[in-house]
């Protein structure tokens, strides 16, 4: 079965951010899989370091790793997001690198912008993209889902459109970063701006901060594992390759020790990375997600999302310490206590917080039946309704306004 693809740029003209400052012309880069047939349009969130291309492996889009059709294995004809049923629409966010205006674009003066850029934040990427589905001709959304990062971006359509959206999937995200991320985003946007090559941002001419974008990359890559799937992947193990030992410096003495299948991992993914990424990008993206804050604005998460009047689908890993179960558990009753309709679904995984994109078979059924049943879909699971994977551990006494 082939479904229709259509990639495209929309210009935007000029954009005010959240923060007051602009650019005259914005652009945004989108893709859209299947036909549109008035109410069944998914919006699909790219992750901070994903793209638009969220589907159709076979494609070439010149980019590689997460941004090149990173959900697959869920997003496609026959697949649990099935685009011979739905309309499904993903836009590259504002700040990023994939053909959305951001700090590598062209200014008006003919040179990128760096870190002039306006400072974004997430409710910037979600006005971007409710102005390219405008211009799609797409009102009411059937669903919007996405994970990590882009969960958040998922829980802003609900307090910045909530008429607009029937269904939402946050999956593998909070209402807000713990300090904990925080630092570690800080220590990874430090290695960027430590680089000698940064440049204040103005590297564009020159050589990139790639050393400090890969450990920016690296730090991310730990939090993305858990300590179950790192002894799995790489225990202590000497690297049986080596051909990515010398992409960082080393000292003398290195060499008298073995070079670990962890250390040849992550000098792996850092080497992908600077290829893909831009650093400035990596900048405005964490800040971005560090900046999110669902109660912003409101007495509390519940009251930010007590205009919601869809359902809502939370998708949490039992492995994830980036967002943990904890979190998830906490935003669920965010939205009982403001009456909305939620399935907290727990997945028991040992995949840390990459779990929502290895783990497909699990991560599909709920989803898929979620978007065509709503919380009474047959594969969904809540924690106050079924306890979860341990019923001690996740079925919370709650005084929400829903157990009356
Ligand atoms: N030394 C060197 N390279 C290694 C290695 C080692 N010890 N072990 C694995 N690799 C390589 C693999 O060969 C593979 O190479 P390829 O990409 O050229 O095919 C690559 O590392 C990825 O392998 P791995 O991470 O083990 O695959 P996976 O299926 O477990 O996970 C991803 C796939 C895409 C989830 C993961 O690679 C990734 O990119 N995670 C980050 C995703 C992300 O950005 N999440 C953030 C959300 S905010």
Redesign the pocket.
């Known amino acids: 079965v082939s479904v229709d693809v259509s990639q495209g740029t929309v210009s935007l003209g000029s954009f005010e951010f959240e923060c007051g400052e602009s650019v005259d012309a914005l652009a945004a880069a989108y893709e859209t899989y299947g036909e549109f047939t008035g109410d069944n349009a998914v919006l699909v969130c790219h992750?901070?370091?994903?793209s638009q291309h969220v589907s159709g492996r076979h494609r070439d889009g010149g980019t590689?790793?997460?941004a090149r059709a990173?959900w697959d294995d869920i997003v496609g004809p026959g697949k649990a997001v099935d685009t011979t049923d739905y309309y499904v629409v993903s836009v590259n966010v504002p700040g990023s690198c994939y053909g959305t205006t951001g700090p590598s674009s062209e200014a008006p003066d003919g040179e990128p912008y760096g870190t002039a850029f306006p400072p974004v934040t997430i409710r910037d990427w979600t006005r971007v993209q409710r102005l390219v589905l405008d211009e799609l001709g797409v009102g009411r959304l059937h669903a919007v889902v996405g994970?990590?990062?882009?969960g958040m971006n998922v829980l802003d359509w609900a307090v910045a459109y909530p008429d607009d959206v029937h269904r939402i999937v946050p999956i593998a995200t909070a209402a807000r970063l713990d300090p904990q991320c925080l630092a570690l985003d800080g220590i990874a946007r430090r290695a960027i701006t430590t680089d000698p090559n940064w440049n204040g941002g103005d590297y564009y001419g020159g050589d990139h901060p790639d050393h400090g974008l890969g450990i920016a990359r690296q730090i991310?890559?730990v939090m993305?594992l858990s300590k179950d799937s790192m002894e799995r992947?790489?225990g202590r193990r000497a690297?049986?390759?080596d051909f990515?030992r010398d992409a960082f410096p080393a000292d003398r003495a290195a060499d008298f020790f073995p070079y670990r299948?962890?250390e040849?991992?992550l000098?792996?993914?850092a080497e992908?990375f600077v290829d893909r990424f831009d650093a400035n990008s990596y900048l405005y993206l964490t800040r971005a997600m560090d900046d999110y804050d669902l109660a912003e604005g409101y007495e509390s998460d519940a009251d930010a999302l007590a205009a919601f009047e869809g359902e809502a689908l939370l998708v949490s890993f039992t492995g994830d310490w980036h967002f943990t179960v904890e979190a998830g558990e906490s935003l669920a009753e965010a939205f009982r206590d403001a009456s909305v309709p939620v399935a907290h679904h727990v997945v028991e995984s040992d995949?840390g917080?990459?779990a929502f994109?290895?783990e497909p078979e699990k991560v599909g059924p709920p989803l898929s039946d979620f978007l065509a049943d709503g919380v009474r879909g047959r594969s969904v699971t809540d924690t106050a309704r079924d306890g979860g994977e341990d019923p001690t551990e996740y079925a919370p006494v709650h005084n929400s306004l829903f157990s009356g």
């Open positions: 992750a901070l370091t994903g590689a790793g997460q990173w994970g990590s990062a882009g991310g890559h993305y992947k790489f690297a049986g390759r990515v299948e962890v040849s991992y000098d792996y993914q992908k995949h917080h990459d994109l290895v």
